[in-house]
């Protein structure tokens, strides 16, 4: 059995990139009977950048939503908030110690934030700390990641390892699995889709302003009757990730063929999204809407969390000496 764990920032609504590109992707891996997933959102994290706390707790609450809307199982795996298990932070402090300076200010990461951001905290200089606290903290084996994460994850097993090294065998040491080809969704201007680009398409919105969003894709100016070429279209791109192969290649032959409008293609894709997610569309309106119900999800997947750390971490204590 691995332990499979990662954190997920609480950034925003989930749109359509984040659902294909890593939350179906990451419940598929969780349906493994052989996994054992410990998923949680970094919300402590948070706080190095979002500074308002409704911003915040709403963002918390539409991310946990959407996981467990799209199918996450919170029984058979851990869901959690990482500020209600505090132990965090206790672990943290132990792993600073063991943390050398340069290795923070010299991470991609920070000096990157460095440069852009008017607000360089502490907190964004001991971000990798708190990180490999997270890991550390449930054994975990197994860490799925971006690339851009890659470097957090040696830190982590430095970290670890530099403690064992003066304690004996206490930390597991973790493999990153950093996920290389995973599909890039196409926004509604064609670039990525990305919060930070105002292009997303957030399918969790009502129907009226999903078909207003679907309808803002950007598209050329061939006229309605003459052919187009769908494999430059940002609607067709959309529409072939989603659609199965019968439904794509109709879609290509009505684009080719001439009397096919773009607002015609753009119904479609409308019509397909609401049909395919008919059922994660609901669910996420209805844990929206009964915040107790989702809150009793989180809390089980924290009490459990807290059992898995307190234990971690009580081993922790006794092998430095406290
Ligand atoms: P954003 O760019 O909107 O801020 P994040 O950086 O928070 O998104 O991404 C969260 C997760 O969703 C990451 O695992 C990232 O790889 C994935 N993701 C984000 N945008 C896309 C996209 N356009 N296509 C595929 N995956 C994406
Ligand atoms: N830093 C990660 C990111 O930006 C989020 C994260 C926090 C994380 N703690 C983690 C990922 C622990 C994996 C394991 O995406």
Redesign the pocket.
Known sequence: MARI?????SSGKPHLGNLLGAILPAIELSKDPANDCFFFI?DL?SLTTIKDEKVRLENTRSVAAAWIACGFDTGKNLFYR?SKVPLVCELMWYLSCFTPYPMLANAHSFKDKADKLSDVNAGLFS?PV??AA??LLYDANI?P??K??KQ?LEMTRDIANSFNHRFGETFVIPEAQIQKDLMTVPGTDGQKMSKSYGNIIDIFQPDKSLRKNVMSIITDSTPLEEPKNPDTCNVFSLYRLLASDSQTEEMRQKYEGGNYGYGQAKQELFELITKKYEKERQAFDELMNNPSHLEDLLKDGEKRATEVASEVLARVKSKAGY
């Open positions: 764990l990662t954190g997920i920032q970094a994290h990482q971000y708190l990180m997270d890991i860490v990641v971006g851009d994460q957090h």
